[in-house]
């Protein structure tokens, strides 16, 4: 059984826009949650983590767990093209990763 | 430098040859992992290792081996490799198990 699941394409926003990147999670019992950036051909670097229910905010980064509906988000305001990478998340024993979310920031 | 280092960075081998991919972490992490990424399936995990000579499966452990004989080091060992095993893998490392990982740059791998 998979932790987190990512099933959205790729996802492409112009310049300053807002970002949401989401990820689905089956048990029911998670509430710790990692996202990670991975820049083409580097290594994943750990971007946020959260371990309750609600909304944490990091500088223009928020992640928001929703335990009834089971998702956990990631919105990055005012997107910069330095933000275009692939995004991916992780539950709390880093068992499996969810395939990622490619993001392109347009200048 | 806090950081966690693979050996080599890149191998091309053939079928049976057995090889060995290196890891190593300077930060005292009792925790250590790795992972292969393959297009479309995320990062999955081959086996970790909760401390020195504690090591267990991950999702996908089979056509692999590793050892924890000192806190610093995680080889991942193929014995006989196969061309399915040609992958991307990472060798990650944290505190323990449930914090953030701490990843090595990735040793590309290709089994002919």
């Known amino acids: 059984q998979k932790e987190v699941e990512q099933n959205s394409g790729p996802l492409s926003v112009p310049e300053g826009a807002i970002a949401s990147l989401n990820c689905t999670y089956s048990?029911?019992?998670?509430?710790?949650f990692f996202w990670y950036r991975q820049y083409s051909g580097k290594s994943p670097e750990l971007i946020m983590f959260?371990?309750?229910?609600g909304d944490k905010e990091d500088g223009r980064f928020t992640a928001q767990l929703n335990k009834a509906s089971q998702y956990v988000s990631l919105l990055i305001r005012d997107s910069q093209p330095s933000d275009s990478a692939t995004y991916l998340c992780?539950?709390?024993?880093?068992?499996?990763f969810g395939a990622g979310t490619r993001l392109t920031v347009k200048p | 430098e806090a950081q966690v280092t693979q050996n080599p960075r890149y191998l091309i081998t053939v079928t049976g040859k057995k090889l060995t991919v290196t890891c190593s972490q300077n930060?005292?992490?009792?925790?250590m992992s790795w992972y292969r990424q393959d297009p479309g399936l995320g990062l999955r995990q081959i086996y970790y290792?909760?401390?020195?000579?504690?090591?267990d499966k991950g999702d996908v452990p089979e056509g692999y081996k590793v050892s924890r004989k000192e806190k610093r080091n995680f080889p991942l060992i193929l014995e006989s490799p196969s061309p399915n095993q040609t992958s991307l893998y990472f060798c990650?490392?944290?505190?323990?198990?449930?914090?953030?990982?701490?990843f090595g740059d990735g040793t590309r791998l290709s089994i002919l």
């Open positions: 990650a490392s944290s505190r323990d198990r449930g914090q953030p990982q701490h």
């Open positions: 048990d029911r019992g998670s509430q710790s």
């Open positions: 959260i371990y309750s229910n």
């Open positions: 992780a539950g709390l024993w880093h068992r499996r």
């Open positions: 930060m005292n992490h009792e925790y």
């Open positions: 290792s909760m401390n020195v000579e504690v090591t």
